[in-house]
């Protein structure tokens, strides 16, 4: 059966949350199914720092991300386009989505330009100058031959205010239709816009509406994580998961942090990328429930357990923390081990989330995991609210019982 016949996306909810908005899907692209919720490491420029694809596929890694602004200018269009796409170029059989290159409107501020017509970036690396205009983006994108990609839309910073936050949120609708005329390869790769409006809820909901009459697979939730706070993002995100579509993949852009992955599937969110896996893995730390171990404290020099005793990457079936502390300083070595391990943390967390919304007891696995993750710690307020948003309730923190006890006592005391 020709695949031309065959939506190059198709979604399906396989189980949702009796609970909260959290639900289990399978996304099927070209290349591969892809199960939901999913992380997906980012290789900005066609590779993952320090992480071979081979190494993805023994993960089981199902889908990465790679950059439209990057992969366009190096290795460029034609390259590409003679190697067949991204994914013969680099070797990498399984699913890839692409990002428009509008967050390097954010990323690269003193290097960009922004009007109607699109993005003037001024490159990095010789100085040149490049217009990234949606046709553009699009045309990048679909020699990269992405399974997904996202339109090209107008970011701005988080924290930004004042009129030009809605500049940007209907430029952003007026370039996915530029986006969607440009596209030239609908049979095989789908198109998501973005949903823009900063934090201001009025303009969020009226570019869900706007986007949700376009004829397209799925939609991305962007414009966060970006230095706004936390009571913000997640009433963001609550805001887009209420109006978004229960049939098509939602996906929250530049999202990595163990708690905000768990808090925003219960919100309603399938997809996530963020560098921060293996950018942290640079610094020496390794991802394990209760936050971060910075292997290159003294404290790990004797230590000859690995990282994770139930994890099963390579990293720590082979090694011991002591031996990573003792390389933690030659960042090529330890980069690779540490990144390995730290994008096996973030896919073995979003298998026990598919699998306990599966078993209709997600609830309970925020709760644990909650309390693995913040341990004696206070847990954060906006966590709570957050929530409590979707009826999970977390038990009272240890310390505020504490204080609950000596008050009473105090009380009885008088």
């Known amino acids: 059966m020709s695949t031309s016949k065959i939506p190059p996306l198709t979604y399906k909810v396989v189980a949702e949350c009796s609970v909260s908005k959290a639900r289990a899907g399978l996304m099927t692209l070209r290349h591969s199914e892809v199960r939901t919720p999913v992380f997906m490491p980012v290789g900005t420029q066609g590779t993952l720092k320090g992480v071979l694809p081979d190494q993805l596929i023994e993960l089981d890694c199902q889908i990465l991300l790679g950059n439209t602004y990057h992969l366009g200018l190096r290795p460029g269009i034609e390259t590409l386009r003679r190697a067949g796409g991204l994914h013969n170029f680099m070797g990498w059989p399984r699913a890839i989505l692409t990002d428009s290159g509008g967050f390097q409107m954010v990323s690269l501020l003193q290097l960009a330009e922004i009007d109607e017509r699109g993005v003037n970036f001024r490159s990095p690396f010789d100085n040149s100058e490049c217009?990234?205009?949606?046709?553009?983006?699009?045309?990048?994108?679909?020699?990269?031959?992405?399974?997904?990609?996202?339109?090209?839309?107008?970011?701005?910073?988080?924290?930004?205010?004042?009129?030009?936050?809605?500049?940007?949120?209907?430029?952003t609708i007026r370039w996915v239709d530029r986006c969607v005329e440009a596209h030239a390869r609908d049979d095989d790769q789908s198109l998501f816009p973005?949903?823009?409006?900063?934090?201001?809820?009025?303009?969020?909901?009226?570019?869900?509406?706007?986007?949700?009459?376009?004829?397209?697979?799925?939609?991305?939730?962007?414009?966060?994580?970006?230095?706004?706070?936390?009571?913000?993002?997640?009433?963001?995100?609550?805001?887009?998961?209420?109006?978004?579509?229960?049939?098509?993949?939602?996906?929250?852009?530049?999202?990595?942090?163990?708690?905000?992955?768990?808090?925003?599937?219960?919100?309603?969110?399938?997809?996530?990328?963020?560098?921060?896996?293996?950018?942290?893995a640079r610094f020496g730390c390794a991802l394990v429930d209760n936050g971060q171990m910075n292997l290159k404290q003294q404290k790990y020099k004797h230590d000859m357990q690995p990282i994770d005793k139930e994890c099963e990457c390579n990293t720590c079936k082979r090694y011991t923390r002591s031996y990573l502390h003792h390389i933690a300083t030659n960042e090529s070595v330890s980069c690779s081990l540490l990144s390995v391990h730290n994008v096996a943390y973030q896919l073995r967390l979003m298998r026990s989330m598919r699998d306990a919304i599966q078993r209709d007891e997600f609830p309970q696995f925020v709760l644990d995991f909650m309390a693995r993750h913040f341990g004696e710690q206070p847990t954060p307020s906006w966590i709570r609210e957050a929530l409590s948003a979707v009826h999970i309730e977390l038990p009272p923190d240890a310390v505020q019982n504490v204080e609950e006890q000596q008050e009473n006592r105090k009380e009885k005391s008088r």
């Not at 949606?134 to 399974?147: F, R, Y």
Request: proline share 5%.
């Open 194 to 280: 973005i949903v823009q409006g900063g934090l201001e809820i009025p303009l969020r909901e009226r570019c869900v509406s706007a986007l949700m009459e376009r004829q397209v697979r799925g939609f991305a939730v962007g414009g966060l994580s970006g230095g706004e706070s936390k009571h913000d993002f997640w009433r963001m995100v609550h805001v887009c998961t209420d109006r978004l579509p229960r049939d098509k993949p939602r996906y929250l852009m530049g999202v990595g942090f163990a708690a905000d992955l768990v808090v925003c599937v219960a919100l309603g969110i399938d997809m996530f990328d963020c560098v921060f896996p293996t950018r942290t």
């Open 131 to 171: 217009m990234l205009t949606p046709e553009h983006s699009m045309q990048i994108q679909n020699a990269i031959g992405a399974d997904i990609m996202m339109q090209l839309d107008d970011v701005v910073k988080t924290t930004t205010t004042g009129p030009r936050v809605e500049e940007a949120m209907e430029r």
